[in-house]
């Protein structure tokens, strides 16, 4: 595979692209494939052939607008088309060129569609995640072959740490200097691992991305293989994600064949291969040390830190790991510059986050918005606010170890730290919008219990201590409670947050103490109930 | 490396051990693909039972303790045979906010059967996820391997009836 190989691709792509007048893009993803969008493809494409226009279907990654599915886009006009039923394809094809079907049309000039910046989903809704010449006809593996015939692993490495560009898995850990140490560290051998485990419930970022350009996160690992030194790659997907699965595994045999991935990558000496691992429903293999763990063939408990997977990984060895987000920047910056990438989001905080929207918000689904944006947009604009005239309290974010924003924090940038001080959690990207209906009791209630199954059982204060609030938080619930309990709940979250083996016991309190400090007063509401009923059974 | 290895025989002549072995053999009996072994068996017999878990354990040259620890693990696996049909309710936070909790409620009431039972005539199995990644159409589940999503609870009951029938 030379530079005129991958060249020549393109060209033959972009020239039967340009054979066709109309392209019609339907969402091929989990989302939509449910609402029957695979029916819908077959519908266009077979009314192409029966209208003999020159129109080419195409699936594609999500759009974004995943409740209003199927959706579909027609280019070069743009227009958007959602809720598209299979009985509908005979009148989209005759209208093409011609005025929109207004009945089905989704106007794309609203904030949702007009406030986002895409670097991450760049190739979602554009190409076919099944065909790797989609994705070398938008420049795809040029940056791998860039960087393995005119940069050195270092200066790969500077130009990732001049990104500015932080971890997308949670914590927003330096992802240059995280390759600097693993590059560094000695070891026969070395490993790079894609955390794709996604267990955040009410996050699919990682699956979009993952179903929708996976030749990005491959290209992405590639280039951080060469960088840190490694020859062998594993992406660990959760077993819920089946398409996703499915789409890497194409994606890794065609990469594989046109010389991208495998022996003597792009005619270098450099070797790289990928292997999927499958997880098997467990949450706190999203923890890395417990992903290395479940890649062994292992209960997948963590372990105490340090020494660091990027020094003492997979098998002992030094072990890159980050998460599918983090990757998908990698070739938007090897290809555009680390200070275009800089230029976007806060000092801190630089580039796009990728957030799931969803809950009690008009417009649910995936968007990409600058770090720094605020909440109030994300919600009030881009989410189009609240449904049926409700009024908005809440915005969950960072899963189980997150917490709950009130209406006065709505104003925040948001960014890493930011989110932290006011007691929340960036997480991976999930966005759960609660309206005035919700009960904070009840949402604490409902993490606890999540932590409280997903708890590992390797260290006391978490499996004994998510079990005790759990109880506490019942007793709540149920109007039972004291102020004693209250007290005793507002102890053990000081205990568990501090003695915790992993991110999971550290994190489980977070709900709690986020209600308690934003809806105090709903969760004395309970405790008042609780008076109310034992002097009336004392009476 | 020279191993004194001796294969074990598949518990029975069922066609479906060769899925198996074909898997293990692809990692050359490498004792850390008991996961991947173990997917294996599930995808092929729908659940994972004892004799499966010895022989993965003989072949693999790993004690049937850990084979039988990972098993139990990782909520993926089920030691007890499934239902012919089956449905997974997403309990995950988008769906939770939507609704989740009364589509299991309804399924209970109506079938009598819990989150992670079945029903005594092994017609059909009601499961719980923790977010199939489909929260765009809260609440939503996997009705015999195809996500359904803005589900109402008197359409899954519907769904069901017609598997009980
Ligand atoms: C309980 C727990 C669950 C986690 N789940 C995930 C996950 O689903 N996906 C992920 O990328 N990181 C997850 N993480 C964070 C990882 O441990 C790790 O920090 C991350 O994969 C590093 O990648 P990054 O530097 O690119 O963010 C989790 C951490 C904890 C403590
Ligand atoms: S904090 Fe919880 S999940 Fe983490 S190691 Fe301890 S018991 Fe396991
Ligand atoms: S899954 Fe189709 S638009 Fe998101
Ligand atoms: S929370 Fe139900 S699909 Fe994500």
Redesign the interface.
């Known amino acids: 595979m030379m530079i005129e190989d991958l060249q020549k691709i393109s060209d033959a792509e972009r020239a039967e692209a340009q054979k066709y007048e109309h392209h019609v893009h339907v969402c091929m993803e989990?989302?939509c494939?449910?609402?029957r969008s695979d029916q819908v493809k077959q519908a266009l494409t077979e009314a192409a052939e029966r209208a003999g226009k020159p129109c080419r279907v195409k699936g594609v990654g999500c759009m974004g607008l995943?409740?209003a599915?199927p959706l579909v886009k027609v280019e070069p006009d743009g227009t958007m088309y959602k809720g598209v039923t299979p009985e509908d394809a005979d009148e989209i094809v005759q209208k093409l060129g011609d005025s929109p079907v207004s009945r089905l049309e989704c106007d794309t000039n609203v904030p949702f569609f007009q406030r986002q910046v895409k670097i991450v989903l760049e190739n979602s809704g554009e190409i076919d995640p099944e065909r790797i010449e989609d994705y070398v006809a938008r420049d795809g593996y040029l940056a791998l072959y860039t960087a393995l015939t005119t940069m050195t692993p270092s200066e790969v490495i500077a130009q990732v740490a001049k990104s500015g560009l932080r971890g997308r898995g949670g914590a927003g850990f330096s992802t240059g200097l995280k390759w600097t140490t693993v590059a560094k560290s000695p070891g026969e051998r070395k490993f790079v691992i894609c955390n794709a485990d996604?267990?955040?419930?009410?996050?699919?970022m990682d699956?979009s991305v993952l179903e929708g350009d996976p030749h990005a996160i491959l290209e992405g690992m590639t280039i951080a293989g060469y960088a840190v030194g490694a020859s062998q790659g594993y992406i660990y997907v959760r077993?819920?994600?089946p398409l996703a699965v499915e789409r890497l595994k194409i994606a890794i045999r065609q990469a594989k064949r046109l010389g991208v991935l495998g022996e003597n990558i792009c005619g270098t000496t450099f070797s790289f291969n990928v292997d999927i691992?499958?997880?098997?429903?467990?949450?706190v293999c999203g923890e890395e040390t417990a992903l290395i763990a479940?890649?062994?063939?292992?209960?997948?408990q963590p372990r105490p830190r340090p020494p660091y997977p990027a020094e003492h990984g997979l098998w002992g060895y030094p072990t890159l790991i980050n998460n599918v987000e983090s990757y998908a920047n990698i070739v938007p910056i090897m290809r555009k510059g680390a200070d275009w990438f800089s230029a976007i989001g806060t000092e801190k905080s630089k580039g796009t986050k990728v957030f799931?929207l969803?809950?009690?918000i008009e417009n649910?689904?995936?968007i990409e918005v600058p770090m720094g944006i605020s909440l109030r947009e994300i919600v009030f604009d881009i989410g189009g606010g609240i449904p049926d005239g409700k009024k908005f309290k809440a915005v969950?974010t960072g899963?189980p170890s997150g917490g709950c924003i009130p209406e006065e924090h709505l104003d925040m940038p948001v960014d890493f730290e930011s989110l932290l001080q006011i007691g929340s959690f960036m997480g991976s990207g999930?966005m759960?919008v609660?309206d005035e209906t919700?009960n904070m009791v009840d949402v604490a209630k409902?993490?606890m219990e999540?932590c409280m199954t997903?708890s590992?059982g390797k260290c006391v204060p978490c499996r004994v201590g998510t079990a005790q609030m759990y109880d506490l938080l019942d007793k709540l619930t149920k109007n039972e409670a004291t102020m004693a309990d209250l007290q005793l709940l507002e102890r053990l979250c000081d205990v568990v947050k501090y003695t915790s083996l992993c991110g999971l016991g550290q994190g489980a309190p977070n709900p709690v103490l986020s209600t308690l400090r934003y809806f105090r007063h709903e969760y004395l509401a309970r405790i008042q109930e609780a008076n109310h009923e034992a002097a009336f059974l004392t009476d | 490396m020279l191993r004194n290895y001796k294969k074990p025989a598949p518990p029975s002549d069922d066609k479906r051990w060769r899925l198996v072995e074909a898997t293990m053999r692809r990692h050359g009996h490498?004792?850390?693909?008991?996961?991947?072994v173990?997917?294996t068996v599930q995808e092929s017999f729908g659940y994972l039972e004892e004799e499966a878990l010895q022989f993965v354990a003989a072949s693999l040259s790993?004690p049937l303790s850990?084979v039988y620890?990972?098993a139990t693990?990782?909520?993926?696996?089920n030691l007890k045979p499934q239902g012919e049909h089956s449905c997974v309710v997403c309990?995950?936070?988008?769906?939770?906010?939507?609704g989740s909790g009364a589509i299991v409620e309804a399924i209970e009431q109506e079938f009598g059967v819990k989150p992670g039972e079945t029903t005594p005539d092994n017609k059909f199995s009601l499961l719980s996820?923790?977010?199939?990644?489909?929260?765009?159409?809260?609440p939503?589940a996997v009705l015999d391997n195809?996500?359904?999503?803005?589900l109402e609870p008197q359409q899954v009951v519907e769904r069901i009836r017609e598997w009980t029938k």
């Open positions: 989990t989302a494939i449910a609402s995943c409740s599915g996604e267990g955040d419930p009410g996050a699919f699956r077993a819920e994600y691992r499958l997880g098997a429903g467990a949450f479940s890649i062994e063939g292992r209960m997948g799931a969803t809950g009690c649910t689904g995936l969950q899963g999930g759960i609660m919700s409902y993490f999540f997903e590992c | 490498d004792p850390n693909a008991l996961i991947e173990l997917h790993v850990r620890g990972v693990f990782y909520h993926f696996f309990m995950g936070t988008a769906c939770y906010i939507k996820a923790r977010c199939l990644g489909s929260c765009g159409l809260a939503a195809s996500v359904a999503g803005k």
